[in-house]
């Protein structure tokens, strides 16, 4: 028995995303020089990508999910394997052959469909864990890849990712709770976005108390609460209404102004801004903040179009570096779990 050989790349996005999805990783095949094409249904979730010549391995070995806008997992596999009713796990490990893992993820897609799906994944875990045991194929300590389980009505779509290839968790998905004491679900686009662009040594020390932040378009008071709450003083500026407890909240100063005029007396550590605005305008906004050294990381979101939306990051990605004007800096996006139709993006020290 040899290892499991993929000819493919499997990619899950938020449903509704999956053209936008596709026109990345084209995008991103052509930058390389890879001859793919990609394939996608309306809905479902899930993107894959074949090569026309050639290896897929030739695309992944030069790409990272981590740097990509919109896919939130990622694996390679081969044709989807469909499951008997019985002996579920012999079938799977005949797939995979005599490839070692070091982890395994089952998921679902993030769809109607794909969540039918959810139960049995779980269920499967753990047998499968002993399956691969038994087989002397679980190594959790080594280099060995990480395998994906994803169940759709395709059937068993079995993969590998090495390290930087994929996410972790199931579905590239974060779980994340809101507090009863929390005004709005807005702060979990915040609290993802720390999660997504900044690694645990980079919160530390980005996010320590008495820093200050200033909270443009704050009404009605999500992202300012959570910057509260983490021990920052927060500028708060929206001619709306706070909510809640953070419209009293000691270290919350709320000033009524217009966020795209207002500025700060002197520099502050964070810009974040969630206002409801043409998506060039906010980018051009936040990067003349940090380029006039106003703040020293930024976090806004970007409201899409319905239709043509990679374009529309990319060309919004293009005024903040222009905005920029040469200043170093980090410049990134992604399409967040907790976002919809948006993008969240952040700008910080390079």
């Given at each position: 028995m040899g290892a499991m050989e993929s000819d493919r790349l499997l990619l899950l996005c938020r449903p509704g995303f999956e053209g936008d999805t596709a026109a990345e990783i084209q995008a991103a095949a052509g930058e390389i020089g890879f001859p793919g094409y990609c394939r996608a249904s309306a809905d479902t979730g899930r993107v894959t990508l074949f090569p026309s010549v050639g290896a897929i391995t030739e695309f992944t070995d030069h790409w990272r999910l981590a740097d990509a806008l919109f896919p939130r997992q990622a694996f390679l596999t081969a044709e989807p394997v469909p499951l008997p009713d019985r002996d579920r796990v012999s079938t799977i490990l005949a797939t995979l052959g005599d490839e070692p893992v070091r982890e395994l993820v089952t998921e679902t897609p993030d769809s109607e469909a794909g969540r039918a799906w959810t139960r049995l994944a779980r269920a499967l875990e753990g047998p499968l864990r002993r399956?691969?045991?038994?087989?002397?194929?679980?190594?959790?300590?080594?280099?060995?890849?990480?395998?994906?389980?994803?169940?759709?009505?395709?059937?068993?779509?079995?993969?590998?990712?090495s390290a930087g290839l994929d996410d972790s968790r199931p579905g590239g998905i974060p779980r994340l709770k809101r507090p009863k004491s929390a005004p709005s679900r807005s702060f979990l686009k915040l609290e993802e976005a720390w999660q997504t662009f900044l690694d645990d040594e980079e919160r530390a020390r980005a996010l320590q108390p008495g820093m200050r932040a200033v909270d443009l378009g704050a009404a009605p008071g999500g992202w300012s609460w959570l910057l509260q709450r983490r021990g920052l003083e927060v500028l708060a500026v929206d001619n709306g209404p706070l909510k809640g407890e953070v419209a009293t909240a000691d270290g919350v100063t709320h000033i009524r102004a217009d966020g795209f005029t207002w500025r700060p007396p002197r520099p502050v550590d964070w810009l974040v801004c969630d206002m409801v605005e043409r998506p060039q305008r906010v980018a051009a906004l936040a990067a003349d903040w940090f380029a006039a050294g106003r703040c020293r990381y930024a976090v806004f979101n970007l409201k899409l179009p319905m239709r043509r939306r990679y374009a529309a990051v990319e060309e919004c990605l293009k005024v903040v570096r222009d905005h920029l004007g040469g200043a170093p800096a980090r410049v990134a996006a992604h399409h967040l779990y907790?976002?919809?139709d948006e993008v969240t993006a952040f700008i910080g020290p390079a």
């Open positions: 399956g691969l045991t038994d087989a002397g194929l679980w190594q959790p300590d080594s280099g060995a890849p990480r395998l994906h389980l994803l169940l759709d009505d395709d059937g068993a779509h079995i993969g590998l990712a907790h976002d919809r």
